[in-house]
């Protein structure tokens, strides 16, 4: 079997146009920055992260993506994703005030076609056991999402 493109997953229908706008661009930023990145991830706490990132020496970045103020205001769970990340950053586009996005976090700012940093997140490594457990999560989801690509009819219960 061969492909002319890359097969391309469906949108879910959970993310709003501009949410999956700048899920577009955060994601071609990090592949840019050499960073593979899925999205939607469950975390082992309950939480779901828009994107993870993974660099090629095993560091973990998530993006929270806030497509407007109230999306901000509203849902203030981001505290609950540091201890499954190296990094972590908000993600917006250009129609939302930046002012609103605490300083303490990283920043980035795109649109359908990429993405800027704004301002790096601070570092906080994850110890050794919560990383490979966050590793072991990223590759099985990743594998599992593959695989329904190729294979729809699968028992998406098997991963």
């Not at 939607?40 to 939480?47: A, C, H, I």
């Not at 190296?86 to 250009?94: L, V």
């Not at 996005?101 to 076609?113: H, K, T, W, Y």
Request: charged share 25%; net charge neutral; aromatic share 8%.
């Amino acid at each position: 079997m061969s492909f002319t493109a890359e097969p391309i997953p469906p949108e879910d229908g959970r993310q709003s146009a501009n949410a999956a706008m700048v899920m577009r661009g955060v994601q071609r930023l990090l592949r840019a920055h050499r960073f593979e990145s899925i999205t939607e991830l469950p975390l082992r706490n309950g939480r779901r992260a828009d994107v993870m990132a993974l660099s090629g020496d095993g560091r973990v970045h998530i993006i929270e993506v806030k497509s407007s103020i109230i999306d901000f205001r509203t849902d203030q769970k981001w505290g609950d994703y540091l201890e499954f990340c190296d990094r972590f950053y908000f993600a917006t586009h250009a129609g939302v005030p930046l002012e609103i996005f605490p300083e303490q976090c990283g920043l980035i700012v795109a649109d359908q076609f990429g993405a800027e940093i704004l301002r790096d997140a601070p570092e906080h490594p994850l110890n050794a056991a919560r990383r490979k457990a966050v590793l072991v999560s990223f590759a099985r989801t990743a594998a599992g999402r593959l695989h329904g690509l190729y294979d729809p009819g699968r028992d998406p219960t098997l991963g």
